[in-house]
């Protein structure tokens, strides 16, 4: 096959890798403000989660106790941001900002008490991290061309943790449209005084898609720290959390135009890394910064224009308060 | 005799400082159409709510066919089978029929085969009360009159006895009404119990078998309304006598003052509001709007008012074109003696955290008397705003006390106070007795009555159909954003009014016979 298939292939595959927490931030997001619940703390909530991750599977050598942890830390946050935004009907953005602060600086300290390497988590071996699967007859499908290739390269070859993205973007649409749970958690982001007429609890299922939100921000952290790193560092999660946020709005709120905008996301990301040192002809050599902004600015040209109106669900933000009148 | 489907006794409830429901009891029997009538503030949908298990009484017990309950959320009133149809409808937008029907009634964790279940008992009542509904209709293109019909449709399919409807009319044509009256008739008929909750007198002579009436959070009594009329009611509700109807004697109307030819206007997605209306307002006359909420009469107010641009036709005062929403914004607009008293005086007439003298001010700080350069003589501004108080009895007269404090009459009486106080040529009226108490209702007629003899001209905008027949010389009725017809209030009747509300034209204005 020739070298631009090969690239292409490589393309992909390191833009599938590059897009997962994203995957896992923007289904997080997707199911927080669907019940009505804005949520930009979800780079709060996976930085705390790689940091749960990382920390654990350093002392513990088992990738599977590492995401318990990143799952739990994330979760304790989610529950934060769930107390101060449902229960107390603060400013949900507020509490969000408080998040992403909080874990931010809580992981630069505590991981330099407690490993004294300026903020980093010891590096983890083999054992401990979750490591890529080699699918079943993808050594012999290689020299298949086209489909073998695509299956060897693309398809097989990443963790456990992609697979699980993967597989929670038709497992989320099942939820949200099929099940009892989704029309209500749907309904509560739309209008939560009918379901509190309908007898239905608003906080219960507010807090339910909040602790859900926890979870898979505590899978993304983990997805970071422990299956594309080897120990977490400082700061890792590099706006992900933010990028996730805008590739949900460029969703629509919907969980498989969600995958296309994390696949999409990823894709830049993984161009940016290819071309960085590139000369071009008649420009030479893109400084590095630029590159790197590259995904900011497309996702700002894209957001001001080119996806249409995005309607956000109508109650997203807004404290519910029974009226008093 | 059997037990009263509804006891309620000794209902107390507090929100703060406010007794909303004193010691309040009230039996409603079974298979009867039950009026709650009250001013707002009464303690009408407080009563309601509690009932419903949206609030918790303080004190006081409830039984529902002659068994105590305890109804602490809205599932244990529906499991007693109540069911409400909110005056704000309690629907998701984005749903279609059978999902916003189907809501905490799932009949289990996947929604397909509740769905199918749902859809067969929609089929079902619509076919049995002619409620005409498609099951798979998206919410959000629903018109109002079916909205309230998902929201009873609703009620039913979760197997309620007990119906209560909060102000069901407010949105609805004379038609609708009826229609509704009679399916409440026959569900009554059929042993269901129906409470009304409604502030429209007549209503309540046309459809229910007793009222209970309901004033400051005491219940005064509950009558049979064969034995009662319109008057009693009304002097229950507010303690004393009060006229209902308005006098007026006959106008005087002069020259054009305001003539909109053609007018045009789109909303933010494009979709035509108000479609090539034309008409004049002289001075010495009061014209009104009548139609059903939502059918342009905001968006021509707005229009003519500076707030909206519109995209075609022309408005002129007193013979000058304006440019309204451009060049003529309301500050413009006022000094060419136009004044526009809000159809929604919290979203647009005052600010509710501000002291009633600012809320007083508003759109007028700019007048000299008031202070000079940037600042603000605020003995002026206070002293004024005593005067207007006292001018328009807004009680209590203290201008330092917040907006957010008085009544509703006070409220909408500072706004009246404020625009007409200045003298307009122009009086362009929205809802000016909306969320008013029937004492504050009189006094407000005879203010837009007695700014009409002073030679002004006043344009009326209501979606209370006798108020803008009571007021107007000339009444249009428009549906849909177009003026579907012109009459004089003496020479049509409800049913006529009523066809023009629902859209079905006719120009050749009828003869009184």
């Known amino acids: 096959m020739s070298e631009a298939f090969q690239i292409i292939l490589l393309a992909v595959d390191s833009a599938i890798r590059l897009s997962v927490p994203l995957l896992f931030a923007c289904l997080a997001g997707l199911y927080s403000e669907r019940a009505g619940v804005v949520d930009i703390g979800l780079e709060g909530k996976m930085l705390i989660g790689a940091f749960a991750a990382g920390a654990v599977a350093s002392l513990v050598p088992n990738p599977w106790l590492g995401l318990l942890a990143a799952v739990m830390a994330s979760v304790l946050f989610a529950l934060v941001h769930g107390f101060a935004s449902i229960s107390q009907r603060g400013n949900q953005i507020v509490s969000g900002v408080a998040i992403n602060v909080l874990a931010s600086g809580l992981t630069a300290i505590l991981g330099n008490a407690w490993f004294g390497q300026g903020g980093r988590t010891p590096q983890l071996p083999s054992g401990a991290r979750f490591n890529e699967i080699t699918l079943p007859l993808a050594e012999a499908a290689r020299s298949v061309p086209l489909v073998g290739e695509i299956y060897y390269q693309v398809i097989s070859g990443h963790s456990v943790l992609v697979y699980i993205a993967l597989g929670l973007v038709p497992l989320t649409w099942f939820l949200l449209y099929r099940t009892r749970w989704g029309l209500r958690l749907r309904a509560v982001g739309e209008n939560p005084a009918a379901v509190d007429t309908a007898g239905l609890s608003v906080t219960r299922l507010r807090y339910s898609a909040v602790i859900m939100a926890g979870i898979l921000c505590g899978f993304g952290g983990a997805y970071l720290a422990i299956a594309q790193s080897a120990g977490f560092i400082t700061d890792m999660t590099a706006g992900k959390g933010f990028i996730a946020l805008a590739a949900l709005i460029f969703a629509k709120w919907r969980p498989l135009p969600a995958l296309g905008a994390c696949f999409l996301f990823g894709l830049l990301d993984a161009v940016a890394l290819r071309i960085q040192g590139v000369s071009f002809p008649g420009i030479g050599q893109v400084p590095v910064q630029a590159i790197q902004a590259l995904p900011y600015i497309l996702t700002v040209v894209l957001l001001a224009g080119f996806i249409g109106k995005a309607t956000p669900p109508k109650a997203v933000g807004v404290p519910y308060l029974k009226d008093r009148s | ?513």
């Open chain 2, 1 to 513: 005799m059997p037990a009263p489907a509804i006891q309620m006794t000794g209902i107390d409830k507090r929100f703060g400082a406010v007794h909303a429901n004193n010691a309040v009891s009230m039996t409603v029997e079974k298979g009867t159409v039950h009026g709650l009538i009250g001013e707002n503030g009464a303690g009408k949908s407080t009563l309601m709510s509690i009932l419903y298990g949206f609030y918790h009484a303080d004190a006081g017990s409830i039984a529902i066919n002659g068994k105590p309950s305890l109804i602490r959320t809205p599932a244990d009133a529906i499991h007693s089978g109540i069911g409400m149809v909110h005056q704000h409808f309690m629907l998701v937008e984005t749903f279609t029929v059978v999902e916003n029907v189907m809501l905490g009634a799932e009949g289990g964790a996947f929604t397909a085969r509740g769905a199918s279940a749902v859809r067969a008992k929609l089929q079902a009542l619509s076919y049995a009360y002619g409620m005409d509904v498609n099951p798979d209709a998206v919410v959000s293109e629903l018109a109002v009159g079916e909205l309230q019909r998902v929201e009873i449709l609703k009620a039913l399919v979760k197997g309620a006895d007990i119906l209560i409807l909060d102000e069901p009319t407010a949105v609805l044509t004379p038609t609708e009404v009826e229609k509704l009256f009679v399916l409440l008739r026959r569900l009554a008929g059929e042993g269901k119990t129906i409470i009304i909750v409604t502030h429209k007198l007549k209503e309540i002579m046309a459809v229910t078998d007793r009222v209970s009436v309901m004033r400051r959070g005491e219940m005064v009594g509950t009558v049979e309304t064969s034995n009662s009329s319109p008057a009693d009611l009304a002097e229950l509700m507010v303690g004393r006598r009060v006229v209902l109807t308005v006098e007026k004697g006959p106008a005087n109307p002069q020259g054009v003052v305001l003539d909109v030819k053609d007018l045009t206007v789109r909303d933010a997605r494009g979709t035509v509001r108000l479609d090539h209306v034309s008409f004049q307002v002289r001075a010495g006359e009061i014209v009104g709007i009548a139609g059903v909420s939502g059918n342009g009469q905001s968006e021509l107010l707005e229009a003519i008012a500076g707030i909206r641009k519109p995209a075609g036709g022309a408005v002129s005062l007193n013979g000058e074109l304006l440019d309204c929403g451009g060049r003529d914004d309301p500050t413009a607009l006022r000094a060419k003696g136009l004044r526009h008293v809000p159809e929604d005086r919290h979203r647009m007439g005052l600010v509710k955290p501000f002291e009633a003298a600012e809320s007083a001010l508003l759109g007028c700080s700019d007048e000299p008397g008031f202070g000079s350069g940037p600042f603000l003589d605020r003995d002026a501004v206070l002293a004024d705003c005593v005067r207007k108080m006292e001018a328009f009895d807004v009680r209590p007269a203290d201008p330092r006390l917040r907006t957010a404090l008085f009544s509703g009459g006070n409220q909408q009486k500072i706004v009246l106070a404020r625009e007409i106080e200045r003298d307009p040529k122009l009086l362009l009226i929205g809802q000016p007795t909306r969320g008013v108490d029937i004492g504050a209702i009189e006094f407000i007629h005879k203010r837009i009555i007695a700014l009409r003899d002073a030679g002004k001209a006043v344009l009326l905008v209501s979606t209370e159909l006798d108020e803008v027949l009571a007021l107007s010389d000339r009444v249009l009725v428009m549906c849909g954003g177009r003026i579907t017809g012109e009459r004089r209030p003496e020479d049509t009747n409800e049913q006529d009014m009523g066809l023009l509300m629902a859209g079905v034209s006719s120009d050749a204005p009828k003869v009184a016979a």
